[in-house]
């Protein structure tokens, strides 16, 4: 990011003359000085949008096309009827600022080809920054009590979310308040990305995964990112690099995230079938998630209250849980159980993805995202990620003798027919397209799906045989390293990218020659950081509704970057002197 771009973009934008009506006049006179209605849409807009940090940066940008006085009422209309309808027509309300979507076109980043030093660093250099990074959780959690990972607001949206998609969220989600910010932030794009905002908003960056470089970044705590942060200090301990004092700590500080995923957040839910089941919640209640008090009620104001379990957070916890040896008795439960009253089954309960945002995937076999609670909450409504369903796959084989999956035939359907999921979406090419995911970017796919064929590969010969006779994982490897091989290392990585490279390239046995530009990326930027760790914080994952909500943080990079050098060491000290 080039910071004398950024001036010169919030400069334009602070001096432009205005030609035409802004987001503030279509939305001052609805939403400001208004005591009937929808109190929360409101709140909404004075907080997301009216607030005096982007009032500056907006208010003299316009849009030509609402000189037409037609056109700037029915806006108007749309959302004076999101305010004040009791029951909303949803698809009416979004129809007129759908056509202002049609006007902005976002890409995906498009890294240039690039030439990577072609000799293998130096081992001590990889042992340094494995050091670096794991010494940089330890410090984080000294620090606060916990390893933070952070969120932050790109208002400008996601390239994939246009017309379509944005009526389907508008349509699909649930809770009014979800609708609500939905129809807000996604009439601000216009606004921000025809204007000279843009290049402050969303700057450019090298490589794929977005820097998190927004000046606001909200810091919080889930099970979800425990998990991950187990996964980081597990690959510390066995490289072998730690002195005795650190892995003292570090097994304490496991120790206390497994806790924090199996206890702390769990909460009890009800399949469809009636049985009751132990899943882990994406936040646990207050204080738990350790928002500070400015952002809880900035949280609120937005109406992000209410947040329920999802399939995700469960698997992936339960999977460290597993790796860490608990004997916590959630681990008993046959989870496969209750993924499968959430698998789509095509033609009987399709309508169980209500929020279809990359229907171009074949949804057959998958399982969808978010569970609902015990109360029937679902504020997002649903919608269903390939990567998810690999770290269903991930939990189920590290646990598939104590679930008996290959013996109870209705286990072994679920499962085969996830597998049968993954297969379709490689085969056609569309794991590499970022349309295909929700949550998450086609590279991080190629890593978990590296996690994944692993724990795979852990299993006997006779319960793979019973999993998959066709062969679908070396199918599924043989795509993802190639994808990873030609494309994702040939061209200009950021370091994120070169973590989930080398966290690929070691769990499906690349070759050395193609860990040598990740490697180099990552040494080359140790220390890019600053003060708060060793590497910058880079997009982890994300939320496409109500906008792009990026999470992810310094701490995030280093548990990444930590597991893929820790397998590049392995692969480095296994095939020294091969390919």
């Not at 379509?164 to 807000?184: D, H, I, V, W």
């Amino acid at each position: 990011m080039d910071m004398l771009n950024m001036a010169g973009a919030a400069y334009r934008a602070l001096t432009a003359r205005k030609q035409a009506p802004s987001l503030y006049d279509l939305c001052d006179p609805v939403f400001l000085g208004r005591k009937h209605g929808d109190p929360h849409i409101a709140k909404f807009y004075r907080t997301a949008l009216g607030n005096p940090a982007l009032r500056p940066l907006l208010r003299k940008a316009g849009l030509p096309e609402l000189n037409d006085p037609v056109r700037f009422r029915a806006i108007r209309d749309a959302l004076i009827a999101a305010r004040d309808d009791a029951d909303p027509d949803w698809a009416a309300i979004g129809g007129p600022i759908a056509e202002l979507l049609d006007s902005i076109r976002l890409q995906h980043p498009s890294p240039r080809t690039h030439i990577a030093p072609t000799q293998m660093p130096r081992l001590a250099d990889i042992d340094s920054a494995i050091r670096a990074t794991s010494d940089h959780l330890l410090r984080s959690w000294e620090r606060n009590g916990f390893i933070p990972t952070y969120a932050a607001f790109n208002l400008i949206g996601d390239p994939d979310f246009g017309r379509r998609e944005f009526l389907a969220a508008l349509t699909g989600l649930n809770a009014r308040s979800y609708k609500n910010s939905t129809l807000l932030f996604n009439l601000a794009r216009p606004f921000i990305a025809r204007s000279p905002a843009a290049g402050l908003i969303n700057p450019p960056w090298r490589g794929i995964a977005e820097p998190m470089w927004a000046p606001v970044q909200i810091r919080h705590r889930s099970a979800y990112y425990d998990a991950f942060y187990v996964e980081a200090l597990l690959s510390f301990f066995e490289t072998g690099l730690g002195t005795p004092e650190d892995v003292r700590t570090a097994r304490r500080i496991v120790a206390d995230m497994v806790e924090f995923c199996i206890k702390t957040s769990r909460e009890r839910v009800r399949s469809a079938e009636g049985e009751i089941f132990d899943v882990i919640t994406a936040l646990a209640p207050a204080p738990h998630p350790r928002f500070s008090r400015f952002f809880t009620q900035i949280k609120q104001n937005l109406g992000f209250g209410v947040y329920v379990p999802d399939c995700d957070t469960t698997a992936c916890a339960i999977s460290a849980a597993t790796q860490a040896n608990s004997s916590d008795p959630i681990l008993d439960q046959p989870l496969i159980d209750f993924y499968a009253s959430y698998q789509v089954r095509a033609g009987a309960n399709e309508p169980l993805v209500t929020v279809p945002l990359n229907d171009t995937v074949d949804y057959e076999g998958g399982i969808v995202t978010w569970i609902d609670s015990l109360s029937g909450e679902r504020p997002f409504g649903n919608d269903l990620d390939p990567t998810l369903n690999l770290d269903v796959l991930e939990v189920s084989f590290r646990n598939c003798a104590r679930w008996a999956i290959v013996e109870t035939p209705s286990r072994l359907e679920t499962v085969r027919r996830i597998v049968d999921f993954q297969r379709r979406l490689v085969a056609s090419g569309a794991f590499t397209d970022p349309k295909s995911h929700v949550y998450y970017l086609p590279e991080l796919y190629c890593a978990y799906f590296g996690r994944c064929y692993v724990a795979f590969r852990s299993l006997d010969e006779g319960t793979k045989r019973a999993i998959d006779p066709d062969g679908v994982f070396e199918f599924i490897r043989e795509r993802v390293l190639a994808y990873v091989q030609d494309e994702l290392v040939a061209k200009e990585m950021n370091v994120f990218d070169a973590a989930l490279a080398l966290i690929a390239l070691g769990h499906l046995g690349g070759e050395l020659v193609h860990f040598t530009p990740a490697l180099h990326c990552v040494l080359d930027h140790l220390g890019e950081g600053g003060r708060r760790g060793p590497f910058k914080a880079y997009e982890w994952n994300k939320m496409k509704t109500p906008t792009r909500i990026l999470v992810g943080g310094p701490e995030v990079t280093s548990a990444f970057v930590l597991m893929g050098l820790a397998l590049a060491r392995k692969a480095i000290l296994q095939r020294p002197h091969g390919g």
